[in-house]
């Protein structure tokens, strides 16, 4: 099921991605070698307790050119939008503000639950200066210091508390969950009415009139599926017009339930930045990918369109180097047949798994075509792998020492396991342990 999303909104100059960091812990900083993934600090996975949830860093949201009090305004709106429970940071080295009632203000009318959070309270004697934040009325402050980390756990416990209820329509484990992502208009409204073959969700070329996530389910020679169709725009105007990155708010949840990511894109307008991000987000979570290059009726095209098309998607999404490709149009239903296949692929290398005893002779075999690296003289020794989770696939190699497992050793040993047992369409994760 979706994770609930927590927003962090405030004026600017309150400690906002401060706050987001502490929340976040070190996933933040974590940076992964893997080429053409494009980061966005705007949004990232954190846990609490017995709790998963999305985070939003409103700080992030580039209004661009908007007057001081018009740029708050519309990242909170941003945030009441996509957030389950929203985090109102105030400054408590200073008093209430015109722009904190301006943000408490637009907070009322969301309806949503909000914490008020007070920080930059480093020390016990600071405490009684939060009784002025009563006037916002969001009931009691919580005091927090988002420097020293002082007061998170009471915070996140009140955030907690609001969290949706877990309880969510669950499918047989034989139906395959899919959706599809990708920027406003490159046509996944109508992808998902060709393949339902009915006017099920609303299709125009003004992009973003999809209103809400919708689930649709249906059978497919013999094979049932749920199709999750991404909410576009909830509302048109200035607020999403100028900022790419509600398409990646909105994808995430989506995301989240599906055993398959169709990462769709406009054969007409080519790639943009904005495509490798959202793809992007469906590679970190782990789901089997395919992409689709839609509208390719409406592209001028020679013997050589589709493979020049084919060297640019991979060389701009690399990351993505397992997943099939699918061109077709969904307005004409042209090569629409292809599409279905790939997901059964990638859904079933997803699931995946393959037995240890062939496993091991893979890895030993690929250590005697290419011997583990040395540091400092010492010789990574690579006793067995074992693999430990599907949906991605997960493999665990004991070793004598993990730092000594370099990342393109990783890599050399993932190529192997691909080309061993396939796994096209999913991502596969390899650890390293040291054997006690």
Same mark, same amino acid.
């Given at each position: 099921m979706a994770k609930p999303v927590v927003a962090i909104v405030g004026r600017p100059n309150v400690g906002k991605s401060t706050i987001f960091n502490r929340i976040v812990g070190e996933r933040? /900083?974590?940076v992964e070698d893997i080429p053409g993934v494009t980061r966005d600090r705007i949004y990232s996975s954190a846990e609490w307790l017995t =709790? @998963?949830?999305? $985070? #939003? &860093?409103?700080? +992030?949201? &580039? $209004? +661009? @050119?908007? !007057?001081?009090?018009? %740029?708050?305004? %519309? %990242?909170?709106? $941003?945030?009441?939008?996509?957030? @389950?429970?929203?985090?109102? #940071?105030?400054? +408590?080295?200073?008093?209430?503000?015109?722009? &904190?009632?301006?943000v408490a203000k637009i907070l009322y009318k969301s309806k949503k639950p909000v914490v008020l959070a007070v920080n930059k309270v480093d020390n016990p004697e600071m405490r009684d200066q939060i009784f002025d934040f009563y006037s916002l009325g969001f009931g009691e402050p919580i !005091? $927090? /210091?988002?420097? =020293? +980390?002082?007061?998170?756990?009471?915070?996140? &416990?009140?955030?907690?508390k609001h969290f949706p209820s877990k309880h969510e329509e669950e499918y047989d484990e034989d139906v395959i969950k899919f959706s599809l992502i990708g920027r406003p208009n490159v046509g996944k409204s109508s992808l998902v009415n060709a393949l339902l073959g009915e006017e099920r969700v609303i299709v125009s070329d003004i992009a973003g009139t999809t209103r809400d996530a919708i689930d649709s389910p249906y059978t497919y020679n013999g094979q049932k599926y749920v199709i999750i169709d991404t909410a576009g725009m909830r509302k048109k105007g200035k607020v999403y017009e100028t900022t790419e990155k509600y398409s990646v708010l909105r994808a995430l949840r989506a995301i989240e339930r599906s055993d398959v990511v169709l990462v769709v894109l406009n054969g007409e307008e080519g790639i943009i930045e904005q495509d490798k991000r959202i793809a992007g987000y469906a590679h970190e979570a782990g789901r089997a990918v395919v992409i689709v290059v839609n509208k390719w009726d409406a592209v001028e095209k020679d013997e050589k369109t589709m493979r020049e098309f084919e060297q640019k998607i991979r060389d701009h999404f690399q990351f993505l180097d397992y997943a099939p490709i699918v061109f077709l149009s969904a307005k004409t239903k042209k090569r629409l047949h292809t599409l279905m296949p790939m997901i059964n692929m990638a859904s079933e290398n997803h699931a995946r798994r393959v037995e240890t005893s062939v496993l091991n002779d893979v890895i030993m075999d690929a250590v005697a075509m290419n011997p583990t690296p040395t540091d400092k003289g010492r010789r990574l020794k690579i006793y067995y792998t074992t693999q430990v989770a599907v949906k991605p696939p997960t493999f665990v190699v004991f070793v004598n020492d993990p730092e000594l497992l370099h990342f393109s050793y990783e890599r050399f040993l993932e190529n192997r396991i691909r080309d061993a047992f396939g796994f096209e369409g999913t991502p596969i994760k390899i650890y390293a342990r040291e054997r006690k």
């Amino acid at each position: 099921m979706a994770k609930p999303v927590v927003a962090i909104v405030g004026r600017p100059n309150v400690g906002k991605s401060t706050i987001f960091n502490r929340i976040v812990g070190e996933r933040i /900083s974590i940076v992964e070698d893997i080429p053409g993934v494009t980061r966005d600090r705007i949004y990232s996975s954190a846990e609490w307790l017995t =709790h @998963d949830f999305n $985070i #939003i &860093d409103t700080g +992030g949201i &580039d $209004i +661009g @050119d908007e !007057p001081f009090l018009e %740029q708050i305004r %519309q %990242q909170a709106e $941003i945030a009441i939008n996509e957030a @389950d429970v929203i985090i109102f #940071i105030t400054n +408590g080295r200073e008093r209430v503000t015109a722009a &904190d009632e301006e943000v408490a203000k637009i907070l009322y009318k969301s309806k949503k639950p909000v914490v008020l959070a007070v920080n930059k309270v480093d020390n016990p004697e600071m405490r009684d200066q939060i009784f002025d934040f009563y006037s916002l009325g969001f009931g009691e402050p919580i !005091p $927090i /210091s988002g420097t =020293h +980390g002082l007061g998170l756990g009471d915070l996140l &416990d009140e955030v907690a508390k609001h969290f949706p209820s877990k309880h969510e329509e669950e499918y047989d484990e034989d139906v395959i969950k899919f959706s599809l992502i990708g920027r406003p208009n490159v046509g996944k409204s109508s992808l998902v009415n060709a393949l339902l073959g009915e006017e099920r969700v609303i299709v125009s070329d003004i992009a973003g009139t999809t209103r809400d996530a919708i689930d649709s389910p249906y059978t497919y020679n013999g094979q049932k599926y749920v199709i999750i169709d991404t909410a576009g725009m909830r509302k048109k105007g200035k607020v999403y017009e100028t900022t790419e990155k509600y398409s990646v708010l909105r994808a995430l949840r989506a995301i989240e339930r599906s055993d398959v990511v169709l990462v769709v894109l406009n054969g007409e307008e080519g790639i943009i930045e904005q495509d490798k991000r959202i793809a992007g987000y469906a590679h970190e979570a782990g789901r089997a990918v395919v992409i689709v290059v839609n509208k390719w009726d409406a592209v001028e095209k020679d013997e050589k369109t589709m493979r020049e098309f084919e060297q640019k998607i991979r060389d701009h999404f690399q990351f993505l180097d397992y997943a099939p490709i699918v061109f077709l149009s969904a307005k004409t239903k042209k090569r629409l047949h292809t599409l279905m296949p790939m997901i059964n692929m990638a859904s079933e290398n997803h699931a995946r798994r393959v037995e240890t005893s062939v496993l091991n002779d893979v890895i030993m075999d690929a250590v005697a075509m290419n011997p583990t690296p040395t540091d400092k003289g010492r010789r990574l020794k690579i006793y067995y792998t074992t693999q430990v989770a599907v949906k991605p696939p997960t493999f665990v190699v004991f070793v004598n020492d993990p730092e000594l497992l370099h990342f393109s050793y990783e890599r050399f040993l993932e190529n192997r396991i691909r080309d061993a047992f396939g796994f096209e369409g999913t991502p596969i994760k390899i650890y390293a342990r040291e054997r006690k």
